[in-house]
C-alpha cells in the first residue's frame, strides 16, 4: 500500500506573479523504489487524484505488476493537483483564477527535483493530465524520454473555453453547484451514440424517469459527495488555461522537446477533439520524427480512455516495453 507524502512550498510565484505562501504537493509512490528504477510520471484528469492502483484505482488495468506499466520494473509517481482535496480537506485552493496549467507543470517539476531525479522515462496523463504532461515538456523540453499525452492537446480550443465557461457559471450560480455541474459535463464526455447505446430511450419504471436521467443524477450525487466546489472550480478552470506558445515561439518550442511523443485521440472525442489533435501531430511532424499519432475507437467519446483499456493498451505496450 503506498501512502499519501507531502512535499510544501512557501512563496511559491505563479505565472500572474502573484507569490502564494504555502503550496502543498501531495503524492503517492507505486513500484520500486525513487531512484532504482526508470521514473513514470502519471498526471490525473479534472476529478482523478494519486490513486492510480488498487481497488479504487482510477488506471488500475494499466498500472500494476506484470500490467502495461510494469511496478516490478517502473517507478510510477503520482502527484495531487494542488486542491483537488484528496484525502485532505484543508488543503483547498480559494484563487483558483491565479493558476495555470503551466503553474501546476511547474510545481510536478519541483517535486520531482526533490528527490533529486534529472530525467523522466515517461509522462502520461488524460485530459488535463495530458495537458500538464504537455507544459511540462515545455518547460524542460530535454527532461522527458516519452511524453504521452492522451486525449488532450497544448492549447485550449474555444469550443473547450466556451465549456469551461459554461462548468464555471454552474459552479458559481447553481444551488446544487457540484451535482448540476457533473451532469453537464458528462454529456460532455459521452456521445449520442455511446447514451442511446447504454438506455435505448429505456424507462426507469419505477420512478417515471427515464434511465438516462437516473444514471446523470447517480453521477451528479456521487461527485457531490466525494468532491470539494473549490476544487472542482480549479479543476475546470485549469482547463482553459493550458497553451504551450504562451508568450513563446511556437516553432521553437516543439523543435527544443527532445521527447518521443505519443499522441493518443479518441475518433469521437467531443471535449479534445481528434482533428485538433491530429493538427498538431501534423504541426509536429514538420520539425520532428520521433513523433507519433494513435487513435482509439469508441463511441463512448472523452471517456474512452477510462474505458477502452485493451486499446490503450496495445497503444503503450511497445512504449513501457
Known amino acids: 500500500m503506498s501512502y499519501?507524502?507531502?512535499?510544501?512550498?512557501?512563496?511559491?510565484?505563479?505565472?500572474?506573479?502573484?507569490?502564494?505562501?504555502?503550496?502543498?504537493?501531495?503524492y503517492q509512490l507505486f513500484g520500486q523504489s525513487i531512484g532504482t528504477a526508470p521514473l513514470?510520471?502519471?498526471?490525473?484528469?479534472?476529478?482523478?487524484n494519486s490513486q492510480v492502483i488498487g481497488e479504487n484505482g482510477w488506471w488500475e488495468s494499466l498500472i500494476g505488476e506484470q500490467k502495461t506499466i510494469?511496478?516490478?520494473?517502473?517507478?510510477?509517481?503520482?502527484?495531487?493537483?494542488?486542491?483537488?482535496?484528496?484525502?485532505?480537506?484543508?488543503?483547498?485552493?480559494?484563487?483558483?483564477?491565479?493558476?495555470?496549467?503551466?503553474?501546476?507543470?511547474?510545481?510536478?517539476?519541483?517535486?520531482?527535483?526533490?528527490f533529486k531525479v534529472n530525467q523522466v522515462f515517461a509522462v502520461i496523463g488524460g485530459s488535463l493530465g495530458g495537458a500538464i504532461a504537455w507544459?511540462?515538456?515545455?518547460?524542460?523540453?530535454?527532461?522527458?524520454?516519452?511524453?504521452?499525452?492522451v486525449a488532450t492537446n497544448w492549447k485550449a480550443s474555444d469550443?473547450?473555453?466556451?465549456?469551461?465557461?459554461?462548468?464555471?457559471l454552474i459552479l458559481n450560480n447553481s444551488k446544487n453547484p457540484i451535482h448540476d455541474a457533473r451532469i453537464h459535463a458528462m454529456l460532455l464526455y459521452r456521445t449520442p451514440e455511446?447514451?442511446?447505446?447504454?438506455?435505448?430511450?429505456k424507462l426507469q419504471s419505477a420512478e417515471g424517469l427515464f434511465q438516462v436521467e437516473s444514471w446523470l443524477l447517480h453521477h451528479g450525487e456521487k461527485l457531490q459527495n466525494r468532491f470539494q466546489l473549490s476544487a472542482y472550480k480549479l479543476m475546470n478552470h485549469l482547463l482553459k488555461t493550458t497553451d504551450i506558445f504562451r508568450n513563446r515561439n511556437?516553432?521553437?518550442?516543439?523543435?527544443?522537446?527532445?521527447?518521443?511523443?505519443?499522441?493518443?485521440?479518441?475518433?469521437?472525442?467531443?471535449?479534445?477533439?481528434?482533428?485538433?489533435?491530429?493538427?498538431?501531430?501534423q504541426e509536429?511532424?514538420?520539425?520532428?520524427?520521433?513523433?507519433?499519432?494513435?487513435?482509439?475507437?469508441?463511441?463512448?467519446?472523452?471517456?474512452?480512455?477510462?474505458?477502452?483499456?485493451?486499446?490503450l493498451n496495445n497503444i503503450l505496450k511497445p512504449i513501457f516495453n
Open 70 to 114: 510494469n511496478t516490478n520494473k517502473y517507478t510510477v509517481l503520482v502527484f495531487n493537483i494542488p486542491g483537488n482535496g484528496y484525502q485532505d480537506e484543508n488543503n483547498l485552493i480559494e484563487n483558483y483564477q491565479d493558476f495555470t496549467t503551466y503553474d501546476i507543470a511547474n510545481l510536478f517539476w519541483k517535486g520531482i527535483d526533490s
Open 4 to 26: 499519501i507524502q507531502k512535499i510544501v512550498f512557501e512563496d511559491f510565484q505563479l505565472q500572474n506573479g502573484v507569490l502564494q505562501s504555502k503550496v502543498i504537493l501531495s
Open 250 to 281: 511556437q516553432s521553437e518550442v516543439i523543435k527544443n522537446i527532445t521527447s518521443n511523443i505519443h499522441l493518443v485521440s479518441v475518433d469521437n472525442d467531443y471535449f479534445f477533439t481528434a482533428n485538433e489533435i491530429k493538427t498538431a501531430f
Open 284 to 311: 509536429i511532424k514538420n520539425y520532428k520524427n520521433n513523433a507519433f499519432y494513435h487513435e482509439i475507437k469508441s463511441i463512448h467519446g472523452h471517456d474512452a480512455f477510462l474505458i477502452e483499456f485493451e486499446q
Open 135 to 149: 507544459e511540462m515538456a515545455a518547460i524542460r523540453p530535454k527532461a522527458i524520454a516519452n511524453l504521452i499525452p
Open 159 to 168: 469550443w473547450l473555453i466556451g465549456n469551461v465557461l459554461i462548468q464555471d
Open 194 to 201: 455511446s447514451l442511446q447505446d447504454k438506455f435505448n430511450t
Open 40 to 48: 513514470v510520471l502519471v498526471n490525473h484528469a479534472l476529478t482523478g
